[in-house]
């Protein structure tokens, strides 16, 4: 164990996660099986710890995987984590099923987006509900959030705007919190400054063609998770959204993928997609 007492390195950085994580040394210490005393050696940069301490630590306090390269750089490592472009070869196996997994969820809208809510993929689905969008909005990189809350974007057809504006800003308030990134502060600070859109308004069941069935189907779903009620076509479509990630990803650019995925809600948004792209 080597004597380090410098303020800089890899043991402030730790202190910040922990803090950000809200958990004791002595909480942190149980969960990586040290103890409080070595963290505390630790952070206040008495003792250097080891590689493999550095990886337990920061997955202990689930850091984003790029930062755990910077963790490791700030000890004295060589990063553990590459990190690969989308379009290089040797990413080809992942992206053969990320299109795999998008084809399958077809006629129902499916994308994927990177760290900053950037479009890496979609299905025909998604384009369906997606169509009357401006090109300015479209013009690659396609950013998701701006394309839903630009009140030029998506914003006028979604029915329950505000209170799925709300879902997304406090979305991205917990990614903020989770992962620190200049580049998605900047981005939760331009769109949260849009406008609504004119008319927008919370009932969520107001809308051309909504039905009974679908206006049943969002007064359920209300009662413990918030649906997606978007017109399309004079038809008020009604999702639930799920969102997965990849599982013990060993690369940056995998481990900021988001596969965002809308079910129908009701038998007549299933109808409206199967028949459109079915």
């Known amino acids: 164990m080597t004597s380090r007492r410098s303020g800089t390195g890899v043991g402030p950085l730790l202190r910040s996660w922990r803090e950000r994580r809200r958990i004791s040394q002595l909480e942190l210490a149980l969960r990586a099986g040290s103890s409080a005393r070595h963290i505390s050696f630790v952070e206040t940069g008495r003792a250097r710890p080891s590689e493999e301490m550095v990886l337990r630590l920061a997955e202990r306090l689930d850091v984003p995987v790029r930062e755990r390269n910077a963790l490791l750089l700030a000890a004295g490592y060589a990063p553990r984590f590459s990190e690969t472009a989308l379009d290089d070869p040797s990413m080809a196996a992942v992206r053969e099923a990320l299109e795999r997994l998008l084809r399958g969820y077809e006629p129902y809208p499916a994308l994927v987006v990177d760290g900053t809510y950037t479009l890496v993929a979609a299905n025909r689905g998604l384009g369906l509900i997606m169509e009357g969008v401006p090109e300015h909005l479209l013009v690659p990189p396609v950013n998701t959030m701006k394309v839903v809350l630009h009140p030029e974007g998506a914003a006028g057809r979604v029915r329950n705007f505000r209170q799925w504006r709300a879902h997304l800003l406090d979305q991205m308030e917990r990614?903020?919190?989770?992962?620190?990134?200049?580049?998605?502060?900047?981005?939760?600070?331009?769109?949260?400054?849009?406008?609504?859109?004119?008319?927008?308004?919370?009932?969520?069941?107001?809308?051309?063609?909504?039905?009974?069935?679908?206006?049943?189907?969002?007064?359920?779903?209300?009662?413990f998770a918030l649906p997606l009620r978007i017109e399309h076509g004079g038809q008020v479509l009604t999702f639930l959204s799920s969102i997965s990630t990849f599982n013990t990803p060993m690369d940056v650019t995998v481990a900021e993928l988001a596969i965002e995925t809308f079910l129908p809600a009701d038998p007549a948004t299933a109808k409206y997609l199967m028949s459109a792209l079915g």
């Open 175 to 223: 990614r903020i919190a989770l992962d620190r990134s200049d580049a998605l502060r900047a981005l939760y600070e331009e769109v949260a400054a849009y406008p609504p859109p004119e008319g927008a308004d919370d009932s969520g069941g107001d809308g051309a063609g909504a039905g009974e069935d679908g206006d049943a189907a969002a007064f359920a779903l209300g009662n």
